[in-house]
């Protein structure tokens, strides 16, 4: 059985910082990459921070420079972190945490709402 559990979203000023957490619990998430995805209001949910499982990490050209993807695992469970910088207003978006490639099953998500 697997469970994301996304937290750590707010309302904050443009040029504001963030740092969202994701518990991300079973063995699947453990052996495999990880990814922050968004989804901002009408549009597509898109991958912007991906870590590999030896750390290696990739950003979306629009959050590159500002955002920072780390992880910590322990046995079976993962934490995976999304400091978030110099936020902007469209950055503005419901933040999930998921397997690299996704996985069906997603968590609730976190809401982050960036105002300028």
């Known amino acids: 059985q697997v469970q994301l559990v996304e937290s750590g979203g707010g309302l904050v000023q443009a040029g504001g910082s963030l740092r969202l957490s994701c518990v991300a619990s079973?063995?699947?998430?453990?052996?495999?990459?990880m990814g922050w995805y968004r989804q901002a209001p009408g549009k597509q949910r898109e991958l912007v921070a991906h870590?590999?499982?030896?750390?290696?990490?990739?950003?979306a050209d629009s959050v590159k420079g500002r955002f920072a993807i780390s992880r910590l695992r322990v046995n079976n469970d993962n934490t995976v972190y999304l400091q978030m910088n110099s936020l902007k207003p469209e950055d503005t978006a419901v933040y999930y945490c998921?397997?690299?490639?996704?996985?069906?099953?997603w968590g609730q998500g976190t809401q982050v709402t960036v105002s300028s």
């Open positions: 998921n397997r690299v490639p996704n996985l069906d099953d």
């Open positions: 079973g063995r699947i998430f453990s052996i495999n990459d």
């Open positions: 870590i590999t499982t030896g750390g290696g990490t990739n950003y």
